[in-house]
């Protein structure tokens, strides 16, 4: 009943009538996303008849209204067959602005326009193959670029900015050739850098280095769903960029990766969204060449030295030097080195192994991130190993039992997600400069098996990679209770199906074995 008195005056009305139809039937159907098929036919009819209004001369009020409707019907994918056309597609292009002139955004009473036909086109592409398709023959990456361009730097129009990067995200989703478009023809990788600049209002110190405001307020809401978008669009636009061919491709991951850095050290407007920014965050930085990652840390500033308090003595000896250090603003430090977005990192990973859930989805990508940047750079690895390995001193309980970030990684040795365990395995295998011993030493063998039968070093040995040798960090808890530990030990099955030592249970099936043979 609502689509056919909606349509009756969409055919017939004028737009003062049409404009209060279609709000009441927008404000009824706001929350809607399931559709009764038995009115199907009357809402596809009603896109239609919005088109044609679309394409008169009505106030703007009223073109809102018209797209807020289409963003609703829009949901339903039989709806859009009909409606998916050339034609209209250039409309919703039209009022978008997603133009290839040069036509400034200064009409601030145009934006909620372009806002809601952003919205519906995001609707329509996601739901439509014809619409992916159009998408390419009307080259509407290029077209989003160019409106990005216009309101980089405007922070009065993040909607704009957010749905527009919502769309370029989709696209780049849908067809890779896209992606290679985005990266090479449009220059997406340094234009999308740009935006979560401007997002983040970042203020460059050095060439790779931006001044962190600790006492600053979080993001906006809006700014932080505009990073979003932007971290997601780059992912995609990035996904094959592992490897670096020029040196200008190196610089421009250099700067991503130090804005990825501030976003970091920044919060959102709620936890959540904090969470949401640095998942992103994480997953973008996984797509970054490893040698571009050494701008995630950087030497102390001349003010920060000055600053500089210590966890250990005031003057530590040449031994601690390297130990870690706190600033009076709570920044880690590591050899002279700023920790803090390692840190973040950590803390960031830890906090994903205590939701104990989707694990392969939310923690493989930022222990896959800590490895690599542990095996290609040494500071960091040095940082974590104080961090997740410090030096053993409990030598009662077993690796997997208790609190800390090593009991919680060990315990994932043996999860029963293949990925998951493999990719804690090699984390701490890379911490122990992939030595068998000292990685025996932090998780014991019998969780460390997996990962070392894999790697052919059961017998003991090193990995393939070379580590830098570093001074012996064992405690004397660890060397006073070393020759008693028996860390590989042959174990055999009693007959009555306990355990015990092989030397054991080999003895007591002789004694079966003669007893059955006096029987005989």
């Given at each position: ?8 005056v ?26 009764e098929s ?19 001369d ?17 949901r ?21 602005k997603?133009?290839e ?5 200064e ?22 193959q ?17 409106l ?13 900015k ?6 370029l ?15 090479y ?11 979560l600049?401007s997002?983040?209002?970042?203020k ?10 600790h ?227 932090y ?78």
């Amino acid at each position: 009943m609502d689509e056919e008195r909606a349509l009756y005056v969409v055919r017939a009305g004028e737009a003062g009538a049409i404009e209060r139809v279609l709000r009441d039937y927008s404000d009824k159907h706001r929350a809607t996303f399931k559709f009764e098929s038995t009115d199907e036919d009357k809402r596809k009819k009603l896109c239609e008849g919005i088109f044609k209004v679309l394409v008169k001369d009505v106030p703007t009020t009223c073109q809102v209204s018209c797209l807020e409707v289409l963003r609703i019907l829009s949901r339903d994918k039989k709806v859009l067959v009909p409606v998916t056309t050339k034609e209209n597609m250039q409309i919703l292009l039209r009022l978008a602005k997603l133009t290839e002139s040069d036509d400034s955004l200064e009409k601030v009473s145009e934006f909620p326009v372009i806002v809601e036909s952003l919205k519906c086109l995001c609707n329509i592409v996601f739901n439509s193959q014809m619409a992916q398709q159009l998408s390419l023959e009307l080259n509407l990456a290029a077209k989003l670029c160019n409106l990005l361009r216009k309101c980089k730097d405007r922070k009065f129009i993040n909607d704009i900015k957010c749905f527009d990067l919502r769309l370029l995200f989709l696209l780049s989703l849908l067809h890779t050739d896209i992606r290679s478009q985005l990266r090479y023809e449009l220059q997406g990788l340094p234009l999308l850098t740009q935006i979560l600049e401007s997002a983040f209002s970042i203020k460059w110190t050095d060439e790779y280095e931006s001044a962190i405001d600790h006492n600053g307020p979080p993001l906006s809401p809006q700014e932080t769903d505009c990073a979003i978008e932007a971290l997601k669009a780059l992912f995609n636009v990035t996904v094959d960029s592992w490897k670096v061919h020029k040196e200008s491709d190196s610089h421009q991951f250099r700067v991503m990766a130090a804005v990825l850095r501030h976003c970091l050290l920044i919060i959102g407007p709620t936890e959540e969204k904090t969470e949401e920014l640095h998942s992103n965050a994480v997953n973008l930085l996984s797509n970054v060449p490893v040698s571009c990652l050494d701008v995630l840390i950087c030497p102390l500033t001349h003010e920060e030295t000055a600053q500089e308090g210590t966890t250990l003595d005031e003057q530590p000896s040449d031994k601690t030097a390297e130990k870690e250090t706190v600033l009076k603003n709570n920044t880690m430090v590591y050899n002279g080195m700023n920790m803090e977005a390692i840190h973040v990192l950590l803390s960031f990973m830890e906090k994903r192994i205590d939701k104990g859930s989707s694990y392969r989805e939310g923690l493989t990508p930022v222990l896959s991130l800590l490895t690599e940047c542990s095996r290609a750079h040494r500071n960091i690895r040095k940082f974590l190993k104080d961090q997740v390995l410090p030096p053993l001193r409990d030598v009662t309980n077993r690796p997997e039992v208790g609190s800390t970030v090593r009991n919680k990684l060990v315990r994932l040795m043996t999860h029963v997600d293949l990925g998951v365990k493999q990719i804690a395995a090699e984390f701490l295998f890379v911490l122990c400069k992939e030595r068998v011993d000292s990685l025996l030493k932090y998780t014991g063998y019998g969780n460390a098996a997996g990962l070392l039968a894999a790697r052919g070093l059961l017998a003991g040995g090193r990995g393939d990679n070379w580590y830098s040798e570093d001074e012996d960090t064992d405690t004397e808890e660890y060397k006073n209770a070393k020759p008693k530990e028996e860390l590989l030990k042959p174990m055999g099955l009693k007959p009555d199906g306990t355990i015990t030592p092989l030397e054991e249970a080999l003895n007591q099936y002789s004694v079966i074995e003669e007893t059955s043979s006096d029987t005989d």
